[in-house]
């Protein structure tokens, strides 16, 4: 694939990545020749969109939606009870909710793109790696 067709795709998809994590999707992006495969790998990725995460926890965190969108289903109960952990947890999420689902995104599209086989303990070394920094 050239570096025009990378681009594009970079454009198209980069708002689900870290602005830091994108020389790490481009690398990955090189291996494949053809454009359509790579987006209809990164595509079945099931990648959440960090915007819209954020968003939810803005209108819709005291309720815990946000939290339920992005899998926690304990915390998200726990926001659900106590009225969002009595706003302190809604708060939590609307700063840093958006950098957890852009580093699950990394990891997804990591585990997609990269055609060798991971195992369950690769993986979460990967998120206890991006948790790290």
């Given amino acids: 694939m050239n570096s025009k067709n990378i681009q594009d795709l970079l454009t198209e998809y980069g708002e689900y990545f870290a602005e830091k994590d994108l020389p790490i ?45 992005v899998g926690d289903v304990d915390l998200g109960i726990v926001k659900l009870i106590s009225f969002g952990g009595l706003g302190i947890l809604n708060i939590f999420d609307i700063f840093f909710l958006k950098k957890r689902v852009q580093d699950d995104n990394l990891v997804k599209a990591s585990v997609h793109l990269d055609p060798r086989d991971l195992t369950e303990e690769d993986i979460k070394d990967m998120r206890e790696k991006l948790r790290r920094r």
């Fill in 25 to 69: 999707i481009e690398e990955l992006l090189m291996k494949y020749d053809n454009v359509l495969e790579a987006k209809k790998i990164i595509k079945a990725a099931g990648l959440k969109k960090p915007s819209t995460i954020q968003k939810l926890s803005i209108f819709g965190g005291w309720w815990g939606i946000d939290r339920f969108m």
